[in-house]
């Protein structure tokens, strides 16, 4: 595994890979890496000749009352997971190396971009699409790898391929959870152990909806007041069903119950996918 911080490094390593015309899976990561960066890294090894994991906590997409300075920081551990799973390229830029001063950035879309997560998060998405785009345009993947737990960003990362017409191949792959059902997320460490406990109503709603939708239950308000239900002692910043677009779903196909809750100062979020 080569581990690699200049964008010059990088480009010289995949030149090499690049000349035995191989296919090129990338994993962008903020590091602290759970079961759900090792599942993307593994559909990523499995389908590639190459696989290239970045670990960049990005600034630009952290709000200026946000968790930047405290995010959680595990170098070496994430770079064991990397070596054991197979990567082969390892992109650990500083910040310097990726921003310089009075950048041109990518503009999240009016819409899609600002509610949500987006309107919780202003011009979160922003620093998300800038971020992701300059990494995409390093590493020229064929294939890049995006959890549907953040599902608002994965929408909106296919939009910006389509929109700037870019050749990368998305993946959306499935919430991956621990054993009590909560979505695994690097930001779980700042849960204490009561917190916790409250933070698993929005995984217990989430199951509960997928239940009744499974016993033939259609009627989005109907299920929207069932989960809400079971959002007690938290506060939920939104709980609806949108389309795979992003607009406010009225019938119960092809849309995603998007939920995001705060528990003491930590934001959990979930969703379901209806097909
Ligand atoms: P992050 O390091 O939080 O920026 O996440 C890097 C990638 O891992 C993103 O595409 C996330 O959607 C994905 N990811 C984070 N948590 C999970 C999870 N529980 N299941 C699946 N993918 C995840």
Same mark, same amino acid.
């Given at each position: 595994?080569?581990?690699?911080?200049?964008?010059?490094?990088?480009?010289?390593?995949?030149?090499?890979?690049?000349? $035995?015309?191989?296919?090129?899976?990338?994993?962008?990561?903020?590091?602290?890496?759970?079961?759900?960066?090792?599942?993307?890294?593994?559909?990523?090894?499995?389908?590639?000749?190459?696989? +290239?994991?970045?670990?960049?906590?990005?600034?630009?997409?952290? @709000?200026?009352?946000?968790?930047?300075? %405290? =995010? #959680?920081?595990?170098?070496?551990?994430?770079?064991?997971?990397?070596?054991?799973?197979?990567?082969?390229?390892?992109?650990? #830029?500083?910040?310097?190396?990726?921003? @310089?001063? *009075?950048?041109?950035?990518?503009?999240? #879309?009016?819409?899609?971009?600002?509610?949500?997560? @987006?309107?919780?998060? #202003?011009?979160?998405?922003?620093? /998300?699409? !800038?971020?992701?785009?300059?990494?995409?345009?390093?590493?020229?993947?064929?294939?890049? =790898?995006?959890?549907?737990?953040?599902?608002?960003?994965?929408?909106?990362?296919?939009?910006?391929?389509?929109?700037?017409?870019?050749?990368? !191949?998305?993946?959306?792959?499935?919430?991956?959870? *621990?054993?009590?059902?909560?979505?695994?997320?690097?930001?779980? &460490?700042?849960?204490?152990?009561?917190?916790?406990?409250?933070?698993?109503?929005?995984?217990?709603?989430?199951?509960? /909806?997928?239940?009744?939708? %499974?016993?033939? &239950?259609? *009627?989005?308000?109907?299920?929207? $007041?069932?989960?809400?239900?079971?959002?007690?002692? /938290?506060? +939920?910043?939104?709980?609806?069903?949108? !389309?795979?677009?992003?607009?406010?779903?009225?019938?119960?196909?092809?849309?995603?119950?998007?939920?995001? &809750? $705060? /528990?003491?100062?930590?934001?959990?979020?979930?969703?379901?996918?209806?097909?």
């Amino acid at each position: 595994m080569k581990i690699v911080t200049t964008k010059f490094e990088l480009k010289e390593t995949l030149r090499e890979f690049r000349k $035995k015309n191989i296919s090129v899976g990338f994993v962008p990561t903020m590091g602290a890496l759970h079961h759900g960066h090792s599942s993307l890294i593994k559909k990523s090894i499995n389908d590639n000749d190459v696989s +290239v994991v970045s670990i960049f906590v990005n600034p630009t997409q952290f @709000g200026l009352d946000e968790d930047l300075s %405290k =995010y #959680p920081r595990t170098l070496k551990s994430d770079l064991k997971i990397c070596e054991i799973l197979g990567v082969n390229i390892v992109f650990v #830029p500083s910040v310097e190396e990726i921003y @310089g001063n *009075d950048e041109v950035k990518i503009i999240s #879309p009016n819409l899609s971009g600002f509610i949500l997560e @987006g309107f919780n998060r #202003p011009h979160h998405f922003d620093g /998300v699409l !800038t971020v992701v785009l300059k990494l995409f345009h390093l590493v020229s993947p064929d294939n890049a =790898y995006f959890g549907k737990k953040d599902a608002q960003q994965l929408i909106l990362i296919k939009k910006m391929i389509e929109n700037l017409n870019l050749n990368i !191949t998305i993946h959306g792959l499935d919430i991956v959870r *621990d054993e009590d059902g909560l979505a695994v997320s690097s930001r779980n &460490i700042y849960l204490n152990e009561k917190n916790r406990k409250k933070a698993l109503a929005l995984s217990k709603a989430i199951f509960k /909806v997928d239940s009744l939708i %499974k016993s033939e &239950i259609r *009627d989005i308000d109907m299920l929207k $007041k069932e989960a809400l239900d079971l959002l007690i002692d /938290v506060e +939920v910043q939104y709980l609806d069903f949108y !389309t795979y677009d992003l607009h406010i779903a009225n019938k119960l196909s092809n849309c995603i119950l998007l939920g995001a &809750i $705060k /528990v003491g100062t930590t934001r959990i979020l979930d969703n379901l996918w209806i097909e």
